[in-house]
T-cell receptor, first 112, second 111 residues
């Protein structure tokens, strides 16, 4: 198993609420990428942080935002939750942004 | 935008049979990676291929990267029930950071 951890494991929210998901990076990894995986689909890239700066973004609206901290842990924030935001949210860390990415166990978000 | 397709979507085999999944990208890739995701789990990195025409083996698994660096395949010889899961390829383009995942192939192995 990788050293990437995510919290919480599961989360239930209602439409319109806000949520913060957390990811702790594997030791020595300075890059964090976030993905959304809807049921039965492959992960979709949300954005990536490299040394605390956003380093690329996928086709997600601005209500998806993130942060990376000096210890390289990261947060994903989603505002104004919609039903379609229900998914498994995965973070993946790497030593450099072009290196192999190692995934955490994910946070299962359900929006009612 | 870039698309990565995989076929088949689903395959059910008897234990001991072989299995192959194919991955095709709409654009040339700098590298391709393969992941396995068990039911209820998260993607687990299997391998990365970088060179045109590259072939790598891991025990019963054989991975290939096409000459044009737009397609790849994963072949499992003599499947076992522990091979059950969804296999994803994921491509990366030069100068881009994101992994573009394929649609996945779900493998079911019956004893």
């Amino acid at each position: 198993e990788t050293g990437v951890t995510q919290s919480p494991t599961h989360l239930i929210k209602t439409r319109g609420q806000q949520v913060t998901l957390r990811c702790s990076s594997q030791s020595g990894h300075n890059t964090v990428s976030w993905y959304q995986q809807a049921l039965g689909q492959g992960p979709q890239f949300i954005f990536q942080y490299y040394r605390e700066e956003e380093n690329g973004r996928g086709n997600f609206p601005p209500r998806f935002s993130g942060l990376q901290f000096p210890n390289y842990s990261s947060e994903l924030n989603v505002n104004a939750l919609e039903l379609d935001d229900s998914a498994l949210y995965l973070c993946a860390t790497s030593m450099y942004y072009t290196d192999t990415q190692y995934f955490g166990p994910g946070t299962r978000l359900t929006v009612l | 935008g870039q698309q990565v397709m995989q076929i088949p979507q689903y395959q059910h085999v008897q234990e001991g049979e072989d299995f192959t999944t194919y991955c095709n990208s709409s654009t040339t890739l700098s590298n391709i990676q393969w992941y396995k995701q068990r039911p209820g789990g998260h993607p687990v990195f299997l391998i990365q291929l970088v060179k045109s025409g590259e072939v790598k083996k891991q025990k019963r698994l054989t991975f290939q990267f096409g000459e044009a660096k737009k397609n790849s395949s994963l072949h499992i010889t003599a499947t076992q029930t522990t091979d059950v899961g969804t296999y994803f390829c994921a491509g990366q383009n030069t100068g881009f950071q994101k992994l573009v995942f394929g649609t996945g192939t779900r493998l079911l192995v019956s004893p």
